[in-house]
């Protein structure tokens, strides 16, 4: 079965670089797009990108492009995203999301918690 | 972009009401999906591409619409369906989110 198992919740301090994986299995990695989505507390949800684990070609969301880098290792089958600079702004719950037919998001993980406090 | 504009904000529903959500496209779109999300779990798929609802989901629910309204219907309401609902569309090279119904039991 199909599961996107991501790392777990961190508390960074602000300006500290942070790391969020998304490890995929029971399904072929390279064969559907890997989204980022970021949900604040009481808020909604918030597109941030997505990557073509085959090629490593990216979109992002303008909002999102000096602060989100999204990579993917094929050999293990893991998406990453990376945030730089953290500010309160980032603390949110990010998940990644497999896109089927690139954008209809079918398979979620499970979240991971960012929190950004000194 | 394209800005996805949810109604209500929040509605409750008594058991068996019917229940009624609507997306509003801001540009017309040629297909919308919705997600169901309840409280401290991730969002879940429900109903894309307007109407086709997603593997599991009760045949209560439906989608329909075109252009730039879309709705979201529970034919009966039942107690879990209580969560937040959200539409989404692409519009290259964006994805939008609506910014969420909650429905909750009366």
């Known amino acids: 079965q199909v599961q996107l198992q991501q790392s777990g919740p961190q508390l960074v301090r602000p300006g500290a670089s942070v790391k969020i994986s998304c490890k995929a299995s029971g399904y072929s990695f390279t064969s559907y797009w890997m989204h980022w989505v970021k949900q604040r507390p009481g808020q909604g949800l918030e597109w941030i990108g997505m990557i073509d684990p085959s090629h490593s070609e990216t979109r992002l969301n303008q909002k999102f492009k000096d602060k989100a880098t999204l990579t993917v290792d094929k050999s293990s089958g893991t998406a990453y995203m990376q945030l730089s600079s953290p500010t309160s702004e980032d603390s949110a719950v990010y998940y990644c999301v497999r896109g089927y037919d690139v954008d209809y998001f079918d398979y979620w993980g499970q979240g991971t918690t960012l929190t950004v406090s000194s | ?106």
């Not at chain 2, 504009?5 to 540009?27: D, E, F, H, R, Y």
């Not at chain 2, 997603?54 to 879990?80: C, D, H, K, N, Q």
């Not at chain 2, 369906?81 to 989110?97: G, R, S």
Request: overall charge neutral; charged content about 10%; some cysteine.
């Open chain 2, 1 to 106: 972009e394209i800005v996805l504009t949810q109604s209500p904000a929040i509605t409750a529903a008594s058991l068996g009401q019917k229940v009624t959500i609507t997306c509003s496209a801001s540009s017309s779109v040629s297909y919308m999906h919705w997600y169901q999300q309840k409280s401290g779990t991730s969002p879940k798929p429900w109903i894309y591409e307007i109407s086709k609802l997603a593997s599991g989901v009760p045949a209560r629910f439906s989608g329909s619409g075109s252009g730039t309204s879309y709705s979201l219907t529970i034919s009966s309401m039942e107690a879990e369906d209580a969560a937040i609902y959200y539409c989404q569309q692409w519009n290259y090279p964006l994805i939008t989110f609506g910014a969420g119904t909650k429905l909750e039991l009366k």
